[in-house]
């Protein structure tokens, strides 16, 4: 299809005009289409009299999920709206559009609604469509980005027909799920959709804004269909007339879009009233070319000057990433994320790769958690094919893959689908030799990855050579060769660069000097991704540095608001630090604070909930005292204290929590002391595992559970929430583990916590389980077969200490 | 209505953390409730819809004129005895909130379930707003009391009929999942009859 030698009318709204004419609501209002097809026709007539160039067959909720209880299939209902278009259209020179509107279900991990399965329910309704004669589908109405990503999978890898995608925005330029325009343009345009835009959502007048800043970031083919105004909630219409309807709509065409037409509340009069003006317009192809974005469903980096890549979320050479990467333990790579996008990285580098584990299974997994909890992009990086291909799937926005190198074999597996996808790529200038010492050898192994690139159709803008760094303390290596390959492969080849810094100092001490000059030398020959650790303040200082002096931060203004804040905290702690030496030197008691409770002492720390003074408190101790002795002479009666105050109305649950979080500071301070002093005492004091049943995704009251347990020392495996009772007896089994804790809060859920009990037994696993939630009782939790009822927190607690001991 | 901010009633966090009379708060306690209501405030996006039908009794219970839906129950149709029309409403303080709680409580159970008390009074505060602004647009008379499905025996499946009669999904942003769970979590949904 053109796009660009005129503005094409698309049809207006189907259920306005049904209503209008009386047509029975059934379940569904595709069933129409099938009982009475004259009904639907005769909507789809009206369009093409008043002038529509394109009409969207009535296919919007004919998938699988919304005719669960249809005695239509899909595949009937969207065949029997494709044939009522084509004959409503006749010979016309009239195209039909398959709409495609949300499944209706949530997908994870908001919902029930697996990525797979809303792929199977688009791919069924496209084949139907593509089958029955469409010429085009739509992803109409659309509010999720990821959703939206199942639907142009199922089309590209099932049809071949184009692809246009529409989803409804808020004033805000953000849709109600949060996904931001740019966004949804970037990530479109990079997967090879063929026109987006915004339908639905407002009227034309308030989509101004959003359309235009869909073409600053994107230059396809834009689309769009308004609501006729806003709606009126007494009389349920729609508050603008088809002269006025039309008159707003000319923002559009002045802009260049290539389709208009109208959403709820339209009708044939709005239809003929914009055919009568889209001939004094035509419309633009933008042109700006590709640009080298990154985006997730939320946000997008535009990367025009140096970016920080935060390299944490990594296992290579630490433990207790390791370890939790094998309970699962998501929190803690969350809380690394959060960090680092706390620190200032704008893109996060995804490693989840050690020896023994499914790493693709695990990628999804910290993928799908890592993108439902921050905005930044991220950079997916593996050596496995499959894992980056399965990230790439599921990944809501346009990601980096991390990486292939000069070697044939590793580029023909990745950058197919780095095109497929629309990822942007990561080339290592080295190839199965080995790393090239000489900057022209890198700069030859470079130009080949940009060659086969440019082969495979990826973008300049979207390769970032990494001219890699070699440890100075082997005299050979010079890192003028680094830096120089970096100038000459962005020259050159007009690409993006990328390097990990550190390694540059290894072997030598006071790696910092080294570590910050080397980044700074880089980012002065032009790096455009550092990878580093944003916690190291010494190496975030040399990138705020060099923004401010390369003028991408003009006038230093917001290093002066960052440095400003973290200098007058440093004044206030050694302020404080001060203080503390000189009541110290004084050396007077301390007060008791009203309560009784006694300033400095682990008791009024864990009280309060005071989690510093806490750590600071135990680290004094442990000068004088054995580790064990402070945790059952202080830690253990200090939490007694206050389980005992919750029980007797004395304290309420948020101060239950702050009291159980300072302690675990405490036992950090231990754990800690006793890894260094090589005490080999085992100081877990049983294993459990808890989660929030299939089917539930309340894990509020599970994570408080969890935190309690864990303060009282004992060690948690936290399956989540929404989990599979296979999953459960799964990990009962493989972990030997003998105490399960199931939380369910809804009463629908709670059957799915009998199964999982039920399944537990018929499998034979030698474990107890306890159970809670807001629905359940004593009675009921013996009805499904569990072995104990904990009402809260505490109580499971108790029950914890009293099985283990 | 699109826009609506207030401040939040410290009593009614309070009574949604299960707060109990006579405890004496922690400086910290009441330094996250401070935190926890700025951030709600700064996180709410408000959005709701409404529309008004009339009314009928039958033998389920209540049918919605114009609609193939019956609002079914013994407890809705008492609710509703007296009245010959009704207003439906849905609104959520949106889906930032959520993710804000969820990040909270990935390092701090006590800061999470004080937020997400918040999101939860805000939410109850907001739906009271909203039903002062439909009484100053009905033709006549005011909305009484609430009623949702789920209380009684008013079947949480329901949540299906306001989902299509509300259009929730494109007029506020609210999506039921499969389990009828609203996502925003902080959303409500309710109908009032009108009264003279």
Known sequence: ?805 | MTELTFENDKSEVLRYCGYRRGVELTELTDEMIRDGMETTNRLARIRSYWRLFDIEKCEEGVALKGTDVVFKGQGISRHLMWDKQVVLMCITIGPEFDREVKRVMLDDAARGMILNSCGAALVEKAIDELQKEIDTQLPSGHTGDRYSPGYGDFPIEQQDDFMKLLDMTRTAGIRLNSSYLMNPEKSVTAVAGIKD
């Open chain 1, 1 to 805: 299809m053109e796009y660009f030698d005129r503005i094409r009318v698309l049809d207006g709204a189907m259920g306005t005009q049904l209503m209008s004419k009386k047509a029975p609501m059934g379940k569904v209002p595709e069933e129409l289409n099938i009982t009475h097809p004259e009904i639907v026709q005769e909507v789809h007539k009206e369009y093409i009299e008043a002038g529509s160039d394109v009409i969207y067959a009535h296919t919007f909720s004919a998938n699988a999920y919304k005719l669960r209880d249809s005695e239509y299939t899909p595949e009937e209902l969207v065949t029997a709206a494709v044939k009522n278009a084509k004959e409503a259209v006749g010979d016309k020179d009239v195209m039909v559009a398959a709409s495609f509107g949300p499944i209706g279900d949530i997908l994870e991990p908001f919902g029930n609604l697996k990525f797979d399965d809303a792929y199977d329910m688009y791919k069924e309704m496209m084949v139907a469509a593509e089958k029955a004669g469409a010429d085009l589908f739509v992803l109409e109405t659309q509010t999720d980005l990821l959703e939206v990503k199942a639907g142009v999978l199922a089309a590209r890898e099932n049809c071949s027909l184009p692809i246009w995608v529409t989803m409804t925005f808020e004033a805000d330029g953000r849709t109600f799920t949060g996904v931001l325009a740019e966004a949804m343009a970037i990530t479109l345009e990079a997967l090879g959709v063929d026109a987006i835009g915004v339908n639905c959502s407002l009227g034309p007048k308030e989509l101004v804004p959003i359309v235009k800043r869909m073409r600053e970031v994107s230059d396809l083919p834009l689309i769009v269909k308004p609501n006729a105004g806003l709606p009126d909630p007494v009389t349920n219409t729609y508050n603008l007339k088809a002269e006025d309807f039309a008159e707003q709509m000319r923002a559009f065409m002045e802009m260049g879009v290539s389709f208009v037409g109208g959403c709820c509340g339209t009708d044939p009069e709005y239809i003929k009233g914009l055919v009568n003006i889209r001939n004094e317009y035509k419309p633009v192809k933008s042109e700006k070319g590709k640009r080298p974005y990154l985006s997730s469903a939320r946000a997008y980096v535009n990367i025009t000057h140096v970016n920080v890549v935060g390299e944490r979320i990594n296992p290579t050479g630490k433990k207790k990433f390791q370890q939790a990467l094998l309970d699962h333990d998501l929190d803690y790579v969350m809380n690394q994320a959060l960090e680092q996008v706390g620190a200032g990285a704008t893109v996060l580098d995804v490693n989840v790769g050690i020896p023994t584990v499914d790493e693709k299974a695990l990628m999804i997994e910290v993928v799908k958690e890592l993108q439902t909890m921050v905005d930044t992009p991220l950079q997916i990086d593996s050596s496995s094919v499959e894992a980056i291909e399965a990230a790439l799937r599921i990944y809501n926005g346009k990601p980096i893959i991390n990486s292939v190198n000069a070697d044939d074999e590793r580029l023909d597996a990745i950058l197919p689908i780095a095109k497929k996808y629309g990822a942007a790529v990561v080339g290592l200038t080295l190839n199965e030799e080995g790393i090239p010492q000489k900057a022209e050898e890198r700069v030859e192994m470079a130009r080949h990855i940009v060659e086969k690139c440019d082969e495979y159709g990826i973008p300049r803008c979207d390769i970032y050579i990494d001219c890699l760094t070699q440890t100075v303390s082997i005299a050979e290596n010079r890192a003028e060769d680094t830096l120089d390959a970096i100038r000459r492969v962005k020259s050159e080849f007009g690409v993006k660069t990328v390097l990990g810094v550190s390694n540059i100092s290894f072997g030598l001490p006071k790696r910092e000097f080294i570590n910050t000059t080397f980044l700074t030398l880089a980012m002065y020959a032009g790096l455009d991704l550092a990878i580093i650790n944003p916690n190291n303040a010494a190496m975030m200082g040399a990138f705020d540095a060099f923004l401010t002096l390369s003028a991408v931060d003009p006038g230093g203004a917001a290093y002066a608001e960052k440095y400003a804040v973290i200098a007058a905290r440093e004044k206030e702690q050694a302020a404080l630090m001060k203080t503390v030496a000189d009541a110290g030197a004084a050396a007077q008691p301390a007060q008791a604070s009203g309560d009784g409770l006694v300033p400095g002492t682990i008791l009024y720390d864990v009280c309060k909930g005071l989690k510093d003074s806490t750590a600071e408190d135990v680290k004094k101790l442990l000068e004088t005292k054995d580790p064990m002795e402070i945790i059952n002479g202080e830690l253990i009666p200090a939490l007694d204290k206050v389980g005992e105050d919750f029980e007797n109305h004395r304290s309420f649950l948020p101060q239950l929590l702050s009291s159980a979080k300072a302690a675990e500071a405490g036992f950090a301070v231990i754990k800690e002391h006793m890894a260094k002093n090589n005490v080999g005492e085992q100081i877990s004091k049983g294993r459990i595992v808890i989660c929030t049943v299939k089917g539930d995704v309340h894990d509020i009251g599970k994570n408080i559970v969890k935190t309690i347990l864990e303060n009282y020392g004992f060690s948690v495996l936290d399956l989540g929430k929404d989990v599979a009772p296979e999953t459960v007896v799964e990990t009962v089994k493989r972990e030997n583990i003998k105490l399960v804790g199931l939380s369910a809060l809804m009463t629908t859920t709670v059957a799915s916590m009998e199964e999982t009990i039920r399944q537990l037994r018929e499998a034979g696993c030698d474990c107890k389980v306890f159970v809670g939630g807001a629905v359940l009782t004593y009675e009921y939790a013996m009805k499904i077969g569990a072995d104990y009822y904990t009402k809260d927190a505490k109580e499971a607690a108790d029950l914890a200490k009293r099985f283990f001991s």
